[in-house]
């Protein structure tokens, strides 16, 4: 039995939330496929009572068009593996992104786009920053910022002026 609030219930299989969790984290983000929604770190809550799954994500940022294809795919994934979804998008606290996984991280730099450096200095990593990044080719620091944007919001194009590689830098947000 587990206490919640007082309340006494029957705990749940032990595997179930596992099995729930297995399912939902493996979900790859539409717009950076190479990572999941887990790696992100938008999960900010699951629980699993009986077959009804409560799941809440937070999106990258409040306009991301993102969130709408992913809150789909995971409805679509419970509701294949027969869970019932409620899905809550969750805005506070905003998501940073220190809430990247370090396994996240390292996904995005084999897949060719720079990780975003930790949020310590605000001024110094905010969205229109123009910090020094490392190239996620040969790792030279020796690159320029071509554009505030790439193909998404949540990224900046740059340039390697080492390896003339162009990349992206998932935005330190």
Not at 13 to 21: A, C, F, R, T
Not at 95 to 101: A, G, K, P, Q, V
Not at 114 to 125: G, H, L, Q, S
């Amino acid at each position: 039995m587990v206490s919640l609030n007082g309340d006494l219930r029957p705990e749940e299989p032990p595997n179930l939330y596992s099995e729930v969790w297995d399912l939902v984290s493996s979900i790859p983000d539409p717009e950076v496929p190479c990572i999941t929604i887990h790696d992100l770190g938008i999960i900010r809550a699951l629980n699993v009572i009986k077959n009804q799954v409560m799941i809440k994500l937070t999106p990258t940022y409040s306009g991301c068009p993102a969130i709408n294809a992913i809150e789909l795919a995971v409805e679509e994934k419970l509701r294949e593996n027969g869970f019932i979804p409620v899905v809550e998008r969750v805005l506070s606290p905003p998501w940073t992104s220190d809430w990247i996984t370090k396994e996240g991280k390292k996904k995005l730099k084999d897949y060719g786009i720079a990780p975003p450096p930790p949020v310590t200095n605000i001024e110094e990593n905010s969205f229109f920053s123009t910090q020094s990044v490392a190239c996620p080719k040969c790792n030279s620091s020796n690159t320029k910022k071509v554009s505030h944007f790439g193909s998404t919001a949540c990224k900046a194009q740059y340039s390697c002026n080492s390896c003339l590689e162009p990349f992206e830098l998932f935005k330190c947000i």
